[in-house]
């Protein structure tokens, strides 16, 4: 069994390569069962999770093993800590043991670039990107990938944060900044991003128009929410998963016969964009580990 680092993941796994071959993939049939998710009781600090997240298709499997330790913040380690075991979908043999937070970080990234492929103007050139941490610092590359991005404006809770992704982006061509007048440089971008964990909106429909794309990629829970109900009703809604409409906080007041489409429609090459503002909300799956790894 081959063990495969962050490094070699990164290496790997280019953007270019990952927004041209992942979407295939995605629409490949693949059983998803739902994922189990086990209380780990501390005494001293808040309790500890363990995610198991399976996925198989006829040829390949894997499962994403996920622990999530809100007391590592004291520690000064990481909160969540993640491998990805690949198997062969016949024998069974175990192929792989793989960097799960790097697999993790460029599928998500990597998936928002491929909506946004098709749902963002093909001029797109400004980002604002909501978030600093460990999604929203491959998001600018991602996109990069798939629009002429050129202007990169990052507003960060911690100005310090946002000062030091900006100047890490400035460092590799983009003309990066630090967001001082959000709705401004909202009503300015042609890509929003959002990849945090706030309780809040943060986005506001009043400072959207029909050439935006809103991409919310942070919120995992119900009661998270990037985006206020006045933008969400603005927009062409698409999600990645059926299961973002009960998990995610920012589309759990929508119906199925409220979303345009999910990642598989996007993924059609016969998928045919829909003019106007648009909205893609993901809550990530095993089905997009699987396919990254796979491809690695």
Same mark, same amino acid.
């Not at 049939?29 to 001293?44: G, H, L, N």
């Not at 709705?183 to 128009?209: N, V």
């Given at each position: 069994?081959?063990?495969?680092?962050?490094?070699?993941?990164?290496?790997?796994?280019?953007?270019?390569?990952?927004?041209?071959?992942?979407?295939?993939?995605?629409?490949?049939?693949?059983?998803?069962?739902?994922?189990?998710?086990?209380?780990?009781?501390?005494?001293?600090?808040?309790?500890?999770?363990?995610?198991?997240?399976? /996925?198989?298709?006829?040829?390949?499997?894997?499962?994403?093993?996920?622990?999530?330790?809100?007391?590592?913040?004291?520690?000064?380690?990481?909160?969540?800590?993640?491998?990805?075991?690949?198997?062969?979908?016949?024998?069974?043999?175990?192929?792989?043991?793989?960097?799960?937070?790097?697999?993790?970080?460029?599928?998500?990234?990597?998936?928002?670039?491929?909506?946004?492929?098709?749902?963002?103007?093909?001029?797109?050139?400004?980002?604002?990107?909501?978030?600093?941490?460990?999604?929203?610092?491959?998001?600018?590359?991602?996109?990069?990938?798939?629009?002429?991005?050129?202007?990169?404006?990052?507003?960060?809770?911690?100005?310090?944060?946002?000062?030091?992704?900006?100047?890490?982006?400035?460092?590799?061509?983009?003309?990066?900044?630090?967001?001082?007048?959000?709705?401004?440089? #909202? #009503?300015? /971008?042609?890509?929003?991003?959002?990849?945090?964990?706030?309780?809040?909106?943060?986005?506001?429909?009043?400072?959207?128009?029909?050439?935006?794309?809103?991409?919310?990629?942070?919120?995992?829970?119900?009661?998270?929410?990037?985006?206020?109900?006045?933008?969400?009703?603005?927009?062409?809604?698409?999600?990645?998963?059926?299961?973002?409409?009960?998990?995610?906080?920012?589309?759990?007041?929508?119906?199925?016969?409220?979303?345009?489409?999910?990642?598989?429609?996007?993924?059609?090459?016969?998928?045919?964009?829909?003019?106007?503002?648009?909205?893609?909300?993901?809550?990530?799956?095993?089905?997009?580990?699987?396919? /990254?790894?796979?491809?690695?």
């Amino acid at each position: 069994m081959r063990i495969v680092t962050a490094d070699e993941v990164r290496q790997k796994l280019g953007y270019a390569r990952l927004v041209a071959e992942l979407p295939s993939r995605l629409r490949a049939e693949t059983q998803v069962p739902a994922r189990s998710q086990i209380t780990i009781p501390r005494d001293d600090e808040d309790d500890a999770t363990l995610l198991l997240m399976p /996925a198989w298709s006829p040829s390949v499997g894997g499962l994403k093993i996920v622990h999530v330790t809100p007391g590592n913040a004291a520690r000064h380690k990481a909160a969540v800590n993640a491998s990805y075991l690949l198997f062969d979908g016949t024998t069974h043999e175990h192929l792989a043991l793989i960097d799960g937070a790097e697999l993790t970080a460029r599928r998500t990234a990597a998936v928002a670039a491929i909506a946004a492929s098709r749902l963002a103007a093909p001029d797109a050139k400004r980002l604002l990107l909501m978030g600093s941490g460990r999604i929203a610092s491959e998001l600018a590359y991602a996109y990069r990938a798939v629009r002429p991005i050129t202007e990169v404006c990052v507003h960060s809770p911690t100005r310090a944060h946002a000062e030091s992704l900006a100047a890490k982006l400035s460092a590799d061509g983009f003309e990066a900044r630090v967001c001082d007048d959000l709705p401004a440089e #909202a #009503a300015r /971008a042609d890509i929003i991003a959002c990849a945090t964990l706030s309780h809040q909106p943060i986005i506001h429909g009043e400072w959207l128009k029909s050439h935006h794309h809103l991409a919310l990629i942070g919120g995992f829970t119900p009661d998270m929410r990037e985006a206020d109900d006045a933008a969400i009703r603005k927009g062409h809604v698409f999600i990645d998963t059926l299961t973002a409409l009960s998990e995610a906080g920012d589309v759990k007041g929508l119906s199925f016969d409220d979303i345009k489409g999910t990642l598989r429609d996007l993924c059609d090459p016969d998928f045919d964009p829909p003019a106007g503002f648009t909205v893609f909300k993901s809550v990530g799956e095993a089905f997009q580990d699987l396919a /990254a790894a796979s491809l690695l």
